[in-house]
């Protein structure tokens, strides 16, 4: 059975509630706990006169089934003295109602300038009056609900009611304002436009179609737009004879007038009528910026044409100067602490013994979270700056971290100095917003330490014509059907993202209450960075023996943020070396991190024990050493190769040894024995054979041709046995 929504210890206005709508919300939210201030000027429909009665029978009705009621009999022009009465009656004011309304009807030849004021002055001065006196009481108590009441006559236009839709749709706007300004103050405003049988509408409609429309099934929709759980803001309802309805605006996707050849010009309007027109392929923007993604296309558009004269040019996007783009290289250079600092920003604690290999340097397997990668990585594209990226114009405060791959290719030195080379790998047209694929190889001297992939997506930045997805991108995975093997919860501390900003992501958002508010956040929240740090030590813990040289790449997409105290719940599905992972906000159960994955490579110790020569070939020696290659350059071979090999060795005729060199995953492996699954190639070969090709006395073409080297599968991958056997011959 479902919990009953109440409203205990929250204070409602309610406006215009001596009768109509207002009476019934007031009675509902009286009957369900809260504290109510019945206002009614107590006029007539015309908004003439006024009456204490009204306002005082609702709150005799209220208290009369033990709820808590005050009148007030001021007009809603006088905004300040309704919301003094709620905190003289009750000490605060949670929720407002803005309901009271008047008619003044006349066909516009006839409306005169009374009729246009009286109906503003009630509708609209009314409700920012009201709402305003209140605003200040929910800001500080970060908790407002706020109800704006629209008419179909504002929405679709009624004849008689210029005034009248004129006030209505500007409530329509004033509410999806203040819910912008309010969002981040749990301040929600929601508009309503209702149809109920009351004495506004007694005389323009049929009797049997007003005893359909009663007040008591609008009610129930105002209810639920109040109450705490209800996280809908800035939306416009209809409601009426027990329906409720979403409105949402649909723009057809129009047609542009202005290009090289064609000026614009009222004919050129009137000859594209159909197209302007035309509701196929239509969108629904939800946000001015959204909107104005529209403005962004236009401009590329028109840039390319050669149509310069272009005052919006900075929503502009020029993906083919900015894509193959490299950032200035970076230096990083590191001690001890800072992994260490990074350690407890990703939550490690000295309460769990096998932490402390990461968390002390004396320790003697002291060594560094392999997610540190993408703290390097950060500091090569955030210091070198995005907005210096050519061809594009990114607003910085519209920047959100989509999704992130790291790919480990040796664990990190926990101390040096290490070069980061970023580029620009793709720009990617979402509708919403662009992504930009950014690209970071991390070297220490030579070497490659590991790669980062950044999907960073610029929001109101897309509909400029681009593409949609691309090959070079790492794309997460979905996690298997079926229930996680492993899940492991973990608290968060309130500190979280104080500590793991000081290891270099400084943006205000996560510490800062004013600049989050700005950003439309209750709270500052928790790096995205740092709830994958979580989630990646899970993995390792539950998968890897918490052994970083396990390690190979993780990718994972950024879904909802997460709060500072919050616990993170990572769900695990193991398949093969991939672990396959979500990870969730316990309290809430919503997803934070999805389609994610954890590579590992394989346990060490089983790839050294592979290495001891197993029967008497000379061969063994070979492969024993093509292992400690892997094991030193692995990740440059796999670069080169992209394949995997497998070896059937033979001799006098017979099966005596099988291989598989495995340049094709992670860093490269060599396994003693018959491959499993489905290998590229499949290369049989006597040991004797073997050692002459690998001594360069014959070359595999040769060996090939002569029928004593087999290749079965991808015979291509046979031309990089060159790489895999060069510089045995001095053996
Ligand atoms: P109603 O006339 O029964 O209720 C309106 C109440 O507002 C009255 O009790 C009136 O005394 C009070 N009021 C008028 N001016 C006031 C002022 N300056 N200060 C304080 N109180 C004042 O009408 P109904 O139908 O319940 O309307 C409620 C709201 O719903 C209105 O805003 C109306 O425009 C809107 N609406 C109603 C529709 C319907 O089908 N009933 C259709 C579309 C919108």
């Known amino acids: 059975m479902s919990v009953p929504l109440t409203f205990d210890g929250k204070v409602v206005l309610v406006t215009g509630a001596g009768g109509g709508l207002g009476r019934e919300y007031a009675l509902a939210f009286g009957q369900r706990g809260a504290s109510v201030v019945v206002n009614d000027l107590g006029g007539n429909a015309k908004g003439e006169g006024k009456n204490s009665a009204a306002a005082d029978k609702v709150v005799e009705e209220i208290k009369a089934k033990g709820g808590k009621a005050v009148a007030n009999y001021d007009s809603v022009e006088d905004g300040d003295k309704l919301i003094q009465s709620a905190l003289d009656a009750f000490g605060r004011i949670d929720i407002v109602i803005n309901n009271a309304g008047i008619l003044r009807d006349r066909s516009f030849g ?9 109906i503003h002055r009630v509708h609209l001065r009314g409700s920012f009056n009201v709402t305003r006196a209140a605003w200040n009481h929910m800001k500080k108590q970060k908790f407002g609900r706020i109800i704006m009441t629209c008419s179909a006559a504002g929405i679709y236009g009624n004849f008689g009611q210029a005034n009248y839709s004129a006030a209505k749709l500007g409530l329509l706007g004033l509410s999806n304002t203040l819910a912008i ?32 429309l009663k007040p008591e099934y609008v009610s129930p929709l105002v209810l639920w737009l109040c109450h705490e759980q209800c996280e809908e803001n800035g ?9 409720i309805g979403k409105l949402r605006w649909e723009r057809s996707l129009g047609h542009v007038l202005l290009q090289k050849d064609h000026q614009m010009s009222p004919e050129a309007v009137r000859d594209q009528w159909g197209n302007i027109c035309d509701f196929k392929d239509s969108t629904h923007p ?30 502009g996007h020029n993906p083919a100067l900015a894509v193959g783009y490299n950032f200035p290289d970076h230096t990083f250079s590191y001690t001890e602490m800072q992994c260490i600092l990074y350690a407890l920003g990703v939550g490690m604690s000295t309460k769990d013994p096998d932490h402390l290999r990461f968390l002390y340097e004396g320790h003697e397997n002291f060594a560094c979270l392999p997610t540190f990668g993408v703290i390097i990585s950060q500091a090569a594209v955030m210091d070198s700056g995005l907005t210096n990226i050519p061809g594009l114009d990114i607003n910085p405060t519209q920047v959100l971290h989509g999704e992130h791959y790291l790919k480990c290719f040796q664990p990190l030195p926990t101390s040096g100095t290490l070069i980061s080379k970023a580029s620009v790998l793709d720009i990617l047209d979402k509708g919403s917003g662009a992504v930009i694929i950014i690209n970071v190889r991390t070297y220490q001297g030579q ?31 979905s996690p298997p059907n079926r229930a996680p093997d492993a899940v492991v919860v973990e608290s968060t501390t309130k500190e979280q993202a104080a500590l793991y900003r000081l290891s270099g992501d400084r943006n205000p958002l996560h510490i800062d209450p004013n600049f989050s508010a700005m950003g439309g956040f209750k709270d500052p929240i928790l790096h995205g960075l740092c709830s994958f740090g979580f989630a990646s030590r899970h993995i390792l813990k539950q998968y890897g023996n918490n052994d970083p040289a396990r390690f190979c790449a993780i990718k994972v997409r950024f879904v909802k943020p997460v709060l500072p105290g919050q616990a993170l719940q990572t769900e695990m599905w193991k398949e093969g070396n991939r672990v396959h992972f979500q990870c969730k906000v316990k309290e ?35 492969f024993a050493e093509i292992g400690r290659r892997i094991q030193d350059s692995g990740p440059a071979l796999v670069e080169k190769v992209k394949g995997l090999f497998a070896w059937e060795i033979t001799q006098d005729g017979k099966t ?76």
């Not at 006839?110 to 009286?118: F, H, I, K, Q, V």
């Not at 301040?187 to 007003?210: G, K, V, Y």
């Not at 939306?235 to 329906?243: I, K, Y």
Request: hydrophobic fraction near 40%; charge should be negative.
């Open 588 to 622: 809430t159960g919503n997803l934070t991190l999805s389609g994610g994955y954890v590579d590992l490579y394989e346990d060490q110790t089983s790839n050294l024990k592979s290495l001891q020569p197993a029967a008497d070939l000379q061969s063994n020696l070979v």
């Open 181 to 212: 300004e309010g969002r981040a103050l749990n301040i929600h405003c929601n508009t309503i436009a209702p149809i109920a049988n009351s004495r506004l509408t007694q005389n323009i409609m049929p009797a049997d179609l007003l005893e359909t």
């Open 235 to 243: 939306a416009l309802f209809e409601v009426g004879a027990g329906w």
């Open 447 to 477: 070497r490659l330490v590991c790669s980062n992939q950044w999907s960073v997506f610029v929001v109101g930045a897309g509909g400029f014509g681009g593409k949609k997805s691309s090959p070079h991108t790492e794309n997460t995975a």
């Open 110 to 118: 006839r409306l005169s300038e009374l009729d246009w004021d009286l």
């Open 286 to 315: 939800n946000t001015i910026n959204e909107s104005l993604s529209m403005l962004s296309m236009l401009n590329k558009e028109k840039a390319e044409d050669g149509l310069v004269a272009n005052p919006t040019a900075s929503l």
């Open 656 to 731: 005596a040894a099988q291989w598989t060199i495995d340049l094709k995953n992670g860093a490269g492996a060599l396994h003693e024995g018959p491959y499993s699954g489905k290998a590229d190639v499949t290369i049989t070969v006597s040991d004797a054979d073997f050692m002459a090709l690998v001594q360069g006395k014959v070359n595999p073409q040769q060996a090939f041709m002569a029928g004593k080297l087999k290749i079965k599968g991808n015979i291509m991958l046979g031309q990089k046995l060159d790489i895999i056997l060069k510089d045995f011959a001095k053996m």
